[in-house]
């Protein structure tokens, strides 16, 4: 047993089966109790009001557009190494999800930075790099609408997406060389323990961002399943035509 | 590798215009620019750098998807494919073709076309080193955007598209150093790190593209 058995599109189907629905549920309730405990229950901010609540939104959201084109580098290298096809599916399904969460997070921060910033875009250095990677989910999910034959179109995003990420860390560190910051520095470091947010908004933001996370794991298991089931219609379709 | 080079080189100049195509999208753009922003030269002086690379960057565009399109239609490239010498070697080979044609006359005609512009005259070692430093990684990353979308009827939109995001680096650096260059800074720093990302892209790119392109000969 290992986790290569989800690799058999049958295994996937089963499993996701009844593990759908928990995610599905389990994204549900964290991002009500999250967002609900986030929007009406916290005291708004000293300085920023109740701007600050965009953070709810804003935060999990970016955290998700990232980590989303992980899983799809992580997923184009399975496919390109050991060519499972459900992986190459899953990449695929993962692209607009991904989108989706980038453009939440440009929109939040715009709203949020007109009352702040005064401006609605500045070209900051964490604004432009995610500007880039939206650039680049454009492209990935272009390129994958674009080849016909979808085993070529699986290796062809794999290896975009690889040579894009070389490509987004440079833009990341360029961008940094370019221009000075507006954006403040992360809310959560993870490296150093502490934190900038207050333990008042800091719970249900950590809800918020458990929810965003499992509500993209619910996204991607469904649209993979769709995806498989529409390989399997087409290859019905065509197996009906040629008995013909 | 050398006999593919001059065939590719010849096939540019004398078919299909591509070799003046660049150029003359260059030429167009620095004239049209002063006549669309006004002939303030202190204004002009302050966008040059960056209207010339960007200017730059979009007459490589131009000629992109030419790079293996014609040879994969009419089958020269699967031939090229079962030759000796390795599908990455063709990449490199086709991808300093197309830098001989769009990104060194690029880079020559840059000077004359900055006074159009008002550059300081300062910048323009600057701008010129900087484009003879990066455009050999506009030209890869292009070869490599190129592989990508070789089998599609219509790759010409997607592959702008594709390379956009990829081209940010060496643009932000470009422009960096002739800006530095102009308001009298060193520009060694970003020079320094566009030749990193060109060095790099010649060398690692060609692997790329060679992978796209057997996939697309699959």
Not at chain 1, 150 to 178: E, K, P
Request: proline share 5%.
């Amino acid at each position: 047993m290992s986790i290569w058995k989800y690799a058999n599109p049958m295994q996937f189907m089963r499993s996701t089966e009844w593990l759908l629905p928990i995610f599905a549920y389990a994204a549900a309730a964290c991002l009500v109790t999250g967002l609900v405990w986030g929007f009406f229950f916290t005291p708004d901010d000293f300085r920023q009001g109740s701007t600050v609540k965009i953070i709810y939104l804003h935060v999990p959201s970016a955290l998700m557009a990232i980590n989303a084109w992980f899983m799809m580098l992580l997923a184009s290298l399975i496919w390109l190494i050991r060519r499972h096809h459900v992986s190459a599916l899953a990449a695929r399904a993962a692209a607009p999800v991904g989108l989706a969460m980038t453009v939440i997070a440009l929109f939040t921060g715009a709203i949020w930075g007109e009352p702040m910033w005064g401006t609605y875009w500045a070209w900051d250095p964490r604004l432009t790099s995610f500007l880039i990677l939206f650039l680049f989910y454009l492209g990935y999910i272009a390129l994958w609408q674009a080849i016909e034959t979808q085993d070529t179109a699986a290796d062809l995003t794999s290896i975009l997406c690889l040579v894009g990420s070389v490509f987004a860390v440079l833009s990341r560190y360029a961008v940094n060389f370019w221009n000075q910051g507006l954006h403040q520095g992360t809310s959560v470091p993870v490296a150093t323990g502490g934190r900038s947010v207050a333990d008042v908004f800091f719970v249900p933001l950590v809800i918020s961002m458990i929810g965003f996370g499992l509500l993209f794991v619910a996204l991607v298991l469904l649209r993979t399943r769709t995806e498989i089931r529409h390989r399997r219609l087409r290859a019905l379709l065509a197996r009906e035509r040629a008995a013909q | 590798m050398i006999a593919l080079l001059r065939r590719d080189l010849a096939l540019s100049i004398r078919a299909g215009g591509g070799f003046g195509l660049g150029l003359a999208f260059f030429l167009i753009l620095c004239v049209l620019v002063p006549f669309g922003v006004g002939p303030m030269p202190a204004l002009l002086a302050s966008i040059a750098p960056g209207i010339l690379w960007v200017g730059a960057l979009l007459a490589a565009l131009l000629s992109l998807d030419r790079i293996f399109q014609l040879d994969f239609e009419d089958g020269t490239l699967e031939v090229l494919a079962t030759a000796p010498l390795p599908l990455e070697g063709v990449a490199l080979t086709k991808a300093l073709a197309h830098w001989i044609t769009t990104g060194l006359p690029l880079t020559m005609v840059a000077a004359p076309l900055g006074l159009l512009l008002n550059l300081p005259v300062e910048a323009v070692p600057a701008l010129v080193l900087g484009l003879a430093l990066g455009t050999p990684a506009l030209s890869v990353i292009g070869a490599f955007a190129a592989a990508l979308t070789v089998g599609l009827k219509r790759g010409g939109l997607l592959i702008s598209l594709l390379v956009l995001p990829l081209y940010m680096p060496t643009l932000l650096y470009g422009a960096d150093a002739a800006r530095r260059g102009a308001s009298g800074l060193d520009p060694s720093t970003p020079l320094l790190l566009l030749a990193g990302i060109s060095a790099a892209s010649v060398a690692l790119i060609p692997f790329a593209a060679a992978a796209a392109l057997r996939m697309n000969l699959r």
